[in-house]
């Protein structure tokens, strides 16, 4: 019986980010020569078992793959096989950067067509990031933490964004993240989902529908 799931090529590759190597592994659909766009996966805090390989990151990896555009999902500093210190969101911005740059550019990549996806620790970086989003032209942030959202220039910006929150999340509380955005952000948009709390065990294969569904029409 056929699974439905699109044969997926992947390849682990480093790249230079503030004069570290940082590890990562770009997926794409097997076979395919036409150009694609592509997603930058962005992982949870380590001490909440975040990395590349977290089940969140893995499920929304596949159902972008699934759905034909490539990703790049890449360990922070410090963590798994990604040189430097953990720097907890002090000098990580400049690792998504990169990211971002490297998937602007990397082969059978359409140009201008770049997502970006967040989890966590993850969208907090993206979020306070002093620099704008240059070459994204869509982002998901799952679970950010709202603290983060108060002086966010990424709220200033045209950049279409969706947060997505479980409503039984603890750390990314829906209530505060609803009243940040209505004060604050009227262009984004706020979904939750039913049940989810901030780990999405057994709810990752509906953040991945959500991120797919939301990301797919603005880079396709």
Not at 165 to 170: A, E, I, K, L, Q
């Amino acid at each position: 019986m056929s699974t439905g799931r699109t044969a997926m090529q992947q390849t682990a590759i480093a790249f230079d980010a503030d004069g570290l190597r940082l590890e990562g592994i770009v997926a794409r659909p097997s076979g395919s020569a036409r150009a694609c766009p592509m997603a930058v996966l962005c992982h949870a805090h380590p001490a909440l078992a975040g990395t590349m390989e977290h089940p969140l990151l893995l499920a929304i990896n596949n159902a972008l793959v699934d759905a034909g555009i490539a990703t790049l999902r890449f360990n922070f500093r410090g963590v798994g096989g990604s040189q430097g210190e953990f720097t907890n969101g002090e000098r990580e911005a400049a690792d998504v950067a990169a990211a971002v740059r490297l998937a602007g550019h990397w082969p059978g990549v359409r140009r201008g067509r770049i997502g970006l996806m967040a989890y966590s620790f993850g969208a907090g970086v993206v979020l306070r990031s002093k620099e704008k989003l240059k070459g994204v032209r869509a982002a998901v942030l799952v679970s950010p933490p709202p603290a983060s959202l108060a002086s966010s220039r990424i709220l200033n910006e045209k950049l279409p964004r969706l947060f997505l929150v479980g409503d039984s999340d603890r750390i990314a509380q829906p209530a505060r993240l609803q009243q940040l955005l209505s004060e604050a952000d009227r262009a984004s948009e706020l979904r939750l989902v039913s049940g989810a709390n901030h780990a999405w065990r057994g709810h990752e294969d509906e953040a991945a529908r959500h991120t797919v569904e939301f990301l797919a029409p603005r880079l396709l």
